[in-house]
């Protein structure tokens, strides 16, 4: 155990559905990363905050896809209309940016039908 | 831009046989850090090892070492007296010091047989 978590730890939807994931990690780690990995892939980074700020998005994040972390604590990553393209796991990593250590959760497994 | 290649895609062993698992990277930055992670069936990864740029010094962790080449941009990991246990994708990966997002590899998938 990392000591990060997410949840769900899997999700199925329909097509065109809304879907939320949540990520807590490690209380005093600043940094928040979101990664997605498709099978048979290595995961692909997406986001990340430092304390509440998103400082970057990568291109896979479409504008369906949107994410916070408010008060620098948990983070939420929102897929809106899903896609069958979306099904993927979904990764967090908490992230000391003092020593660079990344920890990831469990991941969240979507599957879009 | 950075990237990693892990050029093996799959390898099958026989237990307490030596496995090495190759990884080149390319980056254009000084600072850098490589991380090794092991993602066993579960699909959770798992954290072995982070290396500085600066640190060129092999390290050995029970059965796992690592070997730190920038002369040739490796950074090398073997599983010494493989077991069942070990049996796990494993990734290489680099982040720059900037934003420390990590860039993967494909990943190797290591089958030990008893």
């Known amino acids: 155990d990392t000591g990060v978590s997410q949840d769900p730890r899997h999700k199925i939807t329909k097509r065109g559905q809304n879907v939320t994931f949540r990520c807590d990690p490690i209380?005093?780690?600043?940094?928040l990363y979101w990664y997605r990995q498709t099978l048979g892939q290595g995961p692909e980074f997406l986001t990340y905050?430092?304390?509440?700020?998103?400082?970057?998005k990568s291109r896979l994040l479409s504008d369906r896809f949107s994410a916070e972390r408010p008060k620098g604590s948990f983070s939420t990553l929102e897929i809106q209309r899903t896609e069958q393209g979306d099904s993927a796991m979904y990764l967090c990593?908490?992230?000391?940016?003092?020593?660079?250590?990344?920890?990831f959760g469990p991941g969240t497994r979507l599957t879009v039908t | 831009a950075q990237k990693v290649t892990q050029a093996q895609t799959e390898i099958s062993v026989v237990e307490k046989e030596d496995v090495t698992l190759d990884c080149v990277y390319e980056?254009?930055?000084?600072?850098?850090?490589l991380f090794w992670y092991k993602q066993p069936p579960s699909g959770e990864l798992v954290f072995l090892i982070r290396?500085?740029?600066?640190?060129?010094q092999n390290e050995i962790s029970g059965r796992y070492s690592w070997n730190f080449q920038k002369s040739t941009s490796s950074f090398n990991f073997t599983i010494t007296a493989s077991q069942v246990v070990d049996s796990a994708v494993y990734f290489c990966?680099?982040?720059?010091?900037?934003?420390?997002?990590?860039?993967f590899g494909a990943g190797t998938t290591v089958t030990v047989r008893a």
């Open positions: 980056t254009r930055d000084t600072t850098y850090y």
């Open positions: 990966a680099l982040s720059e010091a900037r934003d420390y997002k990590l860039s």
């Open positions: 209380s005093e780690h600043n940094r």
């Open positions: 905050f430092q304390n509440e700020a998103q400082l970057e």
């Open positions: 290396r500085n740029s600066f640190d060129e």
């Open positions: 990593a908490s992230v000391n940016s003092l020593r660079n250590e990344q920890y």
